[in-house]
C-alpha cells in the first residue's frame, strides 16, 4: 500500500501560531502586573472581580503555552474560545463606559474591539486546529 508524503507545517499558521501564543502570554501575565485595570472592566453584575481576572489571566497563560505544544494545541484552542466569549462582557462594559482604565484607548477603539473578538476567535481555530490537508497525514 503506497504511503502520502509527509506534509510540512504550513510556515504562515506557525508564525500565526507562536505570535498568538505570545500575546495571549503577555496578556495574561498583564492581568497580574495591573490587576485594578482588569477588575475595573469586570460589569458590577459579575461578583468577585478579583477572582474573575485571576481566573482569565492565568487562561490566557495556559492557552498560549497550549497553543504551543502539539498534543494540546485543539483543547487549548477550544479554550481560548471559551475564553474569549466569557471576556467580551468586560469589553462590551468598557465600551459602554467609555474606557479602559489603566490604558489610554480611545471610546471608537473601545467599540472596534467588540467585533474584533470574532476575528480573534477565527485566528484561534486557524492556528488550534489541523486542515483538511493535515488531517489527511498518513
Do not use: C
Not at 510540512?8 to 502586573?33: K, S, T
Not at 480611545?106 to 474584533?116: M, Q, Y
Not at 476567535?121 to 488531517?135: C, D, L, Q, T
Request: glycine letters at 8%.
Amino acid at each position: 500500500m503506497p504511503t502520502l508524503p509527509a506534509t510540512r507545517p504550513d510556515p504562515l499558521r506557525v508564525f500565526f501560531r507562536w505570535l498568538l501564543a505570545v500575546f495571549f502570554i503577555l496578556a495574561g501575565g498583564n492581568h497580574f502586573r495591573q490587576p485594578a485595570a482588569y477588575e475595573a472592566m469586570i460589569p458590577p453584575w459579575l461578583h468577585h472581580p478579583g477572582a474573575l481576572n485571576v481566573i482569565s489571566g492565568i487562561a490566557e497563560i495556559l492557552g498560549g503555552i497550549g497553543l504551543m505544544i502539539p498534543v494540546l494545541r485543539a483543547a487549548a484552542g477550544w479554550g481560548l474560545i471559551v475564553l474569549l466569549v466569557a471576556i467580551f462582557p468586560a469589553n462590551l462594559h468598557a465600551a459602554l463606559i467609555g474606557y479602559m482604565p489603566g490604558f489610554s484607548v480611545s471610546r471608537t477603539v473601545l467599540w472596534l474591539r467588540l467585533p474584533f473578538q470574532l476575528v480573534f476567535m477565527a485566528w484561534v481555530a486557524w492556528v488550534s486546529f489541523p486542515s483538511k490537508r493535515e488531517r489527511r497525514r498518513p
